[in-house]
């Protein structure tokens, strides 16, 4: 069955600029979290999704949202990009919430700020 | 101070070595995850364990629940086991991982 997939592969945005990835889970997984990783903070997280609900969001500010849709396909919006923001974005699915499911990583997308 | 301590930073073994990276957390978990990234960014999930120990082909990963500490161990190592490994630990239903910073391992044929 396939795997997580998430769009698009690489990215290079402008100061500014808005940028919006997209995460598609494993079929029939419900649960999507996303993650930042960065050299100097390593991995963090972002927010997590169930059945188009965020369920519980990371110390990030503002210009980093997030939405689930009825497939539970899952985008992540990142607006007025700050350099900082250069980052290798991840998301993993699972079949629901809560730490009692296994994790499904995607590739990830490399988001470089310009 | 991270919630979540890896060590070592970086390990270098020679082929066929048995293996041992640490990771300690500071607060009760429900479950602690040991996770793989290989050059190029892609994260494998290994391990979600919350008592004692689980075995997966060569690698092996315990836990402590009382001392807060969990161990992934690599028997045989082999060039292909070089990675990032990364512990992670979760909180009850929230979905949300703390991440340790990861141990770099190389394992020279």
């Known amino acids: 069955k396939a795997g997580v997939t998430q769009t698009p592969r690489y990215l290079i945005k402008t100061r500014g600029q808005q940028v919006t990835l997209s995460c598609s889970p494993i079929s029939g997984h419900r649960s999507v979290s996303w993650y930042q990783q960065t050299p100097g903070q390593g991995l963090q997280f972002l927010f997590e999704?169930?059945?188009?609900?965020?369920?519980n969001k990371g110390n990030f500010p503002g210009r980093f949202s997030g939405r689930q849709f009825s497939n539970s396909r899952s985008e992540m919006n990142v607006s007025t990009l700050e350099l900082g923001d250069s980052a290798l974005y991840l998301c993993?699915?699972?079949?629901?919430?809560?730490?009692?499911?296994?994790?499904?990583f995607g590739s990830g997308t490399r988001l470089t700020v310009v | 101070k991270n919630e979540v301590e890896q060590s070592p930073q970086n390990l270098t073994a020679q082929e066929g070595e048995f293996i041992t990276i640490n990771c300690s957390y500071s607060v009760g978990i429900s479950a602690l995850h040991w996770l793989q990234q290989h050059p190029g960014g892609g994260i494998v999930s290994l391990f979600m364990?919350?008592?004692g120990k689980k075995k997966h082909g060569r690698l092996i990963a315990t836990i402590n629940i009382q001392e807060k500490h969990s161990s992934l161990h690599i028997t045989a190592s082999h060039p292909r086991d070089s990675a990032v490994y990364i512990c992670a630990r979760g909180m009850g239903s929230q979905g949300n991982l703390i991440f340790g910073k990861g141990t770099k391992l190389s394992v020279k044929p």
């Open positions: 999704y169930f059945s188009e609900t965020q369920r």
């Open positions: 364990l919350s008592s």
């Open positions: 993993a699915s699972s079949l629901g919430p809560g730490q009692q499911n296994g994790y499904t």
